[in-house]
């Protein structure tokens, strides 16, 4: 079994920046990928962002594109979603996951979640 915790959340301003982290433990050789999803109140959790468990390949939901970067730290196990010029709409709980698909964007095809960490932008 994988563990993935995220942190990094916080409240900002709009047009600010955040990190967020998900460190892995546990049985991390059975990684295939990892991905982003967010879930705004009332709202579906959405795909965000995802890549290999190498840090290669990696892709986006379109309303992130050139704003957020998907990335690792294979010696610390840890994924990262860098995210730049933040918008009220980036508003939501992030999780992570890991998948054994690369391509997907459905939530059905991942796993493993974390407890989320919070986003807040002000506007």
């Known amino acids: 079994q994988v563990q993935l915790v995220e942190s990094g959340g916080g409240l900002v301003q709009a047009g600010d920046s955040l990190r967020l982290s998900c460190a892995a433990s546990?049985?991390?050789?059975?990684?295939?990928?990892m991905g982003w999803f967010r879930q705004a109140p009332g709202k579906e959790r959405d795909f965000v962002a995802a890549?290999?468990?190498?840090?290669?390949?990696?892709y986006y939901v379109d309303s992130v594109k050139g704003r957020f970067t998907i990335s690792r730290d294979n010696a610390k196990n840890t994924v990262y979603l860098q995210m730049n010029t933040l918008k009220p709409e980036d508003t939501a709980v992030y999780y992570c996951?890991?998948?054994?698909?690369?391509?997907?964007?459905?939530?059905?095809?991942?796993?493993?979640w974390g407890q989320g960490t919070q986003v807040t932008v002000a506007s």
């Open positions: 996951a890991t998948s054994r698909v690369w391509g997907s964007r459905s939530k059905q095809d991942f796993g493993n």
């Open positions: 546990g049985r991390t050789g059975s990684i295939y990928a």
């Open positions: 890549m290999w468990w190498n840090g290669e390949n990696p």
